[in-house]
């Protein structure tokens, strides 16, 4: 019998995903791949002060960039955008929170890419883009600004 390979994006999510469980222990929630409307959620991240942490796991190789405006794998755009897709799911969650909890959550956004060498300082409209070995840091040390 042959087992089926798994896909490149399928093994990075899984990859983060694991990651993301050395949080538990630590009072982190983690809840991996959330469908919803609009597609799926790869791995939303309650903190214990209530802070949420939406990451979208992209499987690329090479080199991440950015204009200013846009995400770019070895100086090309991505086929779909993934920052409007990460702005899609905040507003879903945002709204599900307001309707099932009355509360407008502090959400974080995360495109991680595993496989891939990110050369991104600050965040690109809003959303933190990084590789995974420093993503668990990130959500630790996450501190909101005024």
């Known amino acids: ?7 490149v994006w399928k093994a ?23 469908k919803f ?11 214990p002060d ?23 794998v070895n100086g090309r755009q991505l086929k779909t955008n993934p920052i409007s897709q990460v702005m899609r799911s905040i507003r879903w969650v945002r709204n599900l929170a307001k309707r099932l909890f009355g509360k407008n959550p502090w959400i974080v956004a995360v495109l991680v890419f595993p496989n891939a ?5 600050h965040s690109v409209k809003r959303v933190n883009v990084m590789d995974a070995k420093k993503l668990l840091d990130f959500i630790r040390s996450y501190s909101r600004r005024a």
């Open 12 to 34: 990075a999510e899984r990859r983060v995903g694991e990651a993301l469980a050395g949080l538990l222990l630590d009072g982190y929630l983690i809840f991996n791949d959330i």
């Open 50 to 72: 209530g802070t949420f942490v939406l990451t979208e796991t992209k499987s690329q190789t090479g080199r991440v960039t950015s204009d200013g405006r846009r995400i770019l």
């Open 1 to 7: 019998m042959v087992i089926p390979k798994e896909p």
């Open 117 to 121: 060498k990110v050369n991104i300082k």
């Open 37 to 47: 409307r609009y597609g799926n959620i790869d791995h939303v991240v309650v903190r």
